[in-house]
């Protein structure tokens, strides 16, 4: 799923009527996530470096830390209630973070068969596309594909993020570091810095830079590696 920012700032998204289930909320968190640093950083002297328009290791940094806030039962509470209206309980969206954590690095094993695919594709230009996937696939994952399928047929990132689908991962590993950088997810003065540090700017510094100015240090991948083992309690 994925959504689209239009020029008039609307979000154009494909969710059902209705209660949303989780992982739709969460999409929409992260499409809220570039809608927010589209207007926060739009007003900009040059178009160029306008809103999202930062390097590509970085876009999807704002977008994923934000689907945080999902997997947060005060912040839940707030907003997500059922049919009759009774709030997710906190020992439910409990449970939900130990099963989101679960296989975790497994799951990251297989984006990075989709960010290997997604490079090598672009720079090999193999005349086998189904051979040269499947190995790529295979190097990155112990998880066996299907016979008889064409993965990359439906890997619909593959035209729009060309080469650069690695970008989820490494955006992520920003993301997580983003994260550190707050007292907590509802501090209005975190939020603020935040917004000012790396949201307003858009494209007009080095992505790199907005991250130390916000953090007070360069990013690192220590909070990645947390999270990919991250307890299960
Ligand atoms: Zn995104």
Redesign the pocket.
């Known amino acids: 799923m994925r959504g689209q920012v239009l020029p008039e700032a609307a979000l154009v998204c494909n969710f059902p009527r209705g209660l949303m289930e989780h992982r739709e909320v969460q999409t929409f968190f ?2 809220f996530g ?1 809608l927010v640093h589209d207007i926060l950083g739009g007003d900009q002297e040059w178009v160029e470096f306008s809103g999202v328009a930062t390097e590509w290791d970085f876009v ?1 940094a704002p ?1 994923q830390m934000l689907e945080e806030w999902v997997w947060d039962a005060e912040v839940l509470a707030s907003f997500a209630t059922d049919e009759s209206g009774t709030p997710i309980p906190a020992d439910l969206v409990a449970r939900m973070r130990e099963a989101d954590a679960f296989g975790r690095a497994l799951l990251v094993r297989m984006q990075l068969g989709h960010a290997r695919v997604s490079y090598h594709l672009h720079m090999d230009r193999p005349a086998d596309i189904a051979a040269a996937s499947d190995h790529w696939y295979e190097v990155s994952s112990p998880v066996g594909k299907l016979e008889g399928t064409h993965s990359y047929a439906a890997f619909g990132h593959l035209t729009e993020y060309g080469s650069c689908y690695y970008t989820y991962q490494w955006s992520l590993v920003i993301a997580r570091d983003l994260l550190t950088g707050f007292a907590g997810l509802m501090d209005p003065a975190s939020a603020t810095r935040y917004r000012r540090e790396i949201l307003e700017p858009g494209g007009r510094r080095d992505a790199a830079d907005l991250v130390e100015a916000f953090l007070g240090r360069p990013f690192t991948v220590d909070a990645y590696r947390e999270f990919l083992g991250e307890p299960s309690s």
């Open positions: 992260h499409e570039h999807e977008s």
